[in-house]
Nanobody, 115 residues
C-alpha cells in the first residue's frame, strides 16, 4: 500500500493558478487510480479529478476546463493544475490512491483563494 503526501497549496488571488503535487512512496503506484478531492468547511468531500493507471482522466462537469490532472510515474507523483481560481475553490485538497481493495489518503493541502 502506498503513502501519499500532498503539497503545493497556498494563498492565491482570484484568477490565479496553483499546481498541487501528490507524491507517493511504496510499490506499484503506477497501477493506482488517483483522485484529487476537496473539502470546504461545512461541506462534504467532493471529487475534483481522477486519473487511471493508463492516463484516462475524468472531471466533474463544473470543473472541466479549469483543472487538469496528470501523472509522472517515473517520479511517483500525480499533479493537479488549478487555473482561473475562484474564492469558492477554497478548500483542503486531498489525493487518494486506489488499487483493488487498497485505498490511501494523504493529509491534505490547503488552498485559499482571495477575492
Amino acid at each position: 500500500q502506498v503513502q501519499l503526501v500532498e503539497s503545493g497549496g497556498g494563498l492565491v488571488q482570484a484568477g490565479g493558478s496553483l499546481r498541487l503535487s501528490c507524491a507517493a512512496s511504496g510499490k506499484l503506484f503506477s497501477r493506482y487510480t488517483v483522485g484529487w478531492y476537496r473539502q470546504a468547511p461545512g461541506k462534504e468531500r467532493e471529487l475534483v479529478a481522477r486519473i487511471t493507471s493508463v492516463g484516462s482522466t475524468n472531471y466533474p462537469d463544473s470543473l472541466k476546463g479549469r483543472f487538469t490532472i496528470s501523472r509522472d510515474n517515473a517520479k511517483n507523483t500525480v499533479y493537479l493544475q488549478l487555473n482561473s481560481l475562484k474564492p469558492e475553490d477554497t478548500a483542503v485538497y486531498y489525493c487518494n490512491g486506489a488499487l483493488g481493495i487498497f485505498s490511501s489518503w494523504g493529509q491534505g493541502t490547503q488552498v485559499t483563494v482571495s477575492s
